[in-house]
C-alpha cells in the first residue's frame, strides 16, 4: 500500500457490517472467488480469499466463533490466532455435529439444513455461519428434489424466527449469522429469497480503480528494481500496473507479480507484464516487426492498392504508430490500430487490408476476415463470441472470440460493417474501448495486440424519403466531394439510423474514404492485370504469348468501358474478355509449351471476343 494511504475496506465488507444487527441471514454473490482486500497491519495490505476476509471482519465486529460449510467436505471451524481450539469442537458437539478427518465434519443438504436451524436458535457467544458454494446445494434450480425444498422451507422459517440477543460490553444486538456465498442470486429459490425483509443481498463487485491501486502498491515492492527506484519511477510503474489492469481481478494482479517475478522483468517493464499475463505473448510482436520493411511500406502497398495514396499513408502511419508506442492510450489495452474504409465498391479497401497483412506477416491469407453480411440476423452475434450456457454451441466457443485467443496478433477485417446487425455492433463498443470482449462461456479475450479493421459502402447511396436508394456520388464528382458526401452519409447512418454515435466518436479520425478508379489509374490496373495473364500462362504453361498494340488498346476500351464497379469490374472483364477466350484458343490449337505467339486482333461484340493470332501463330503452334 502506498506509504501514507489509508486502507478503505471493500463496499461489500462495509454492507455487511452496516446490518449485521438487523439481518439474520445474508446472501453474498457475484465476484466472490477473487480475492479482496486485508489490512495485515497498518500500512500492509494484502490479498485473501472472501471466505478469509469475511471472517476477519465478522471477528472484528464482535463474533467469537465463525463455522464454515462447503458441499464437499462439510463444516469446519475457521480459526484465528489465540483460539481455543477445544472451544471450537465443543460449538460442533453443540450442534450435533462431529468433526472427522482433518477437523471437517460431513454432512449433505438435509443434515446442513437441520444444524442451520440449531445454530439460528443457540444461546451463548454469537456465532457466524458461511455457507461457501452453496450454489451447489442444489442440482436443478428450475426441479428441487424434496430434500432440497425441505432444507431451504427449513432455512426461510429460521431467517423468521431468528431473534437478535444482546452481547458484550456494552451489550449490542448480535445475531448467529448465516452467509449464502453463491455465484448469482438466481442461484437460490426465488420464494426463499425474494421479498424476504430477514435476508439482505449484498453484490460483491469487480475491483475498482482505488481497490487495485492498493493491491498495486503492495505488490510493486516485490519487483527487480523497486528498492534502487525514485520516488517518480515507483509512481509512473504504480500508474501504469492500476491502469493497464483494468477490468482484470486482484487474483490477476496477484499472479501478474508473480509472472514478472518469475521471467525477471523489472518495474519499468510493469505494462510488458501484463501484455504478457493478457495475450501470453512473450515478445512484443509489434516491437519486433522489421522496422525497414514498414518503412519501406509505401511502395510494396502502391503496387497493388492503387489510386488511394491518401489511404495508404494514413494506414502505413497507424501501424508505424503500433510499432512505436508513440499516442498508445495509457488506459486499458485498446487495439493496436483501428481503420474504418469507406468507399465505392471494387477500389482497394479488401485489397489494401491484404496487403497491409502481407506487410506484417509476410502472407496476405494470415488476417481473419468476416463477412458481415452474414452477421444480419439479432442472434448471429453468438456466431462471434459464443452461445451462452444452456444453448447450442455453447462448448464451441465463438468464432471471433476463439480466432484472437489463437492468435491475439492479427489484422482482423469485418468486411460490409454496415450489414450486420446492430446488436453486433454494441459487441465492438467493447472492443474499442477497452480491447476486451467476453464469450459465452465468460472467458476475457483481449484485442491489446490486434489491428482492426472495418470496410463498408455507407454513402455510396442514400435512402430518399420514399424509401427508394439513389447515388449519393459519381464518379465524375471531384474527390473532395465524395469525401464530403461519404463522410457526411456515414455520421447519418450511424447517429440517426443506428443510434449509435459512440461508435463513430471510438474510431475517430480513422475513417478514411477511397476514392473511385479514376480513368489513368483504371489504365495502370488494367495494364498489370493483363501483364499478370500473360505472365502466368508463360511461368504455369512455358507458352509466351504477346499481345499486339492494336490488340490491347481495343481490349482496354472494352475493360474500362464502365468504372462503376471499380477494380474489381475490370478484373471481371479482363477474366471474360481476355483469359477465356485465350484458353479455347489455346486449347483449341493444341498450343505446346515452349510456343510463342502473338495475338494480332481481338474484336469485342456483344460482350464475345475474337481474338487471331499472328501470320506466324500457326508454325509456332505446330
Known sequence: MEDGAEFERPRWAKDVLRYLPLKPQFVLSGNIRDHHLLALRPGAVAAQPLLTVLAHELRGAGYAHILAYDPVQGFRIVPQAGDDPAAGQALLGELGLQAATHGFAPAGVELFAETLVRFANRTGAPAALLADFASRLVVRHEALTSAEHQAFTRSLLASHTARAKPFGTPPRPFFNSVFWIVDKEGDLPDWF???????????????????????????????????????????DALAAFVESTEGLLLTDLSAIAELARAEALRL?????????????????????????????????VRVRVKGQDHAVTH?????????TGVGAPRRGGRPRGVAFLAGPTGVGKTEL???LTSLLFGDESAYIRFDMSEFSAEHSDQRLIGAPPGYVGYDVGGELTNAIREKPFSVVLFDEIEKAHPRILDKFLQV???GVLTSGRGDRVYFSEAFIIFTSNLGIYRQEADGSRSANVAPG?????????????????FKQVLNRPEILNRIGDNILVFDFIRPEIAQAIFDGMVDAVLADVAANQNIHV???????????????????????????KVESLLVNPLAR??????????????????????????LTFGADAGQAVA
Open 546 to 572: 504477346a499481345l499486339a498494340d492494336e490488340a490491347r488498346a481495343a481490349l482496354r476500351d472494352a475493360c474500362l468501358s464502365d468504372l462503376s464497379n471499380g477494380g474489381r469490374g475490370i478484373r471481371n
Open 585 to 610: 484458343a489455346l486449347f483449341d490449337t493444341e498450343a505446346a509449351a515452349g510456343a510463342r505467339l502473338a495475338i494480332a486482333t481481338l474484336r469485342v461484340e456483344g460482350g464475345v471476343t475474337d
Open 353 to 355: 487490408a491484404k496487403t
Open 268 to 300: 519499468n517493464q510493469v505494462r510488458d507484464a501484463v501484455r504478457r499475463y493478457k495475450v501470453g505473448v512473450t515478445e512484443d510482436p509489434w516491437a519486433r516487426l522489421d522496422r525497414k520493411r514498414v518503412r519501406d511500406g509505401g511502395g510494396f
Open 193 to 235: 429469497l425474494v421479498d424476504n425483509p430477514r435476508i439482505r443481498h449484498v453484490p460483491v463487485p469487480r475491483p475498482d480503480h482505488r481497490a487495485r491501486r492498493q493491491l498495486a502498491a503492495a505488490l510493486l515492492r516485490g519487483f527487480d528494481g523497486h528498492r534502487e527506484a525514485d520516488a517518480d519511477a515507483i509512481s
Open 315 to 323: 494506414m502505413l502511419d497507424i501501424i508505424k504508430r503500433a510499432v
Open 432 to 434: 474499442l474501448d477497452d
Open 477 to 493: 464528382d471531384d474527390f473532395a466531394d465524395v469525401q464530403r458526401k461519404v463522410r457526411s452519409e456515414i455520421d447519418r447512418h
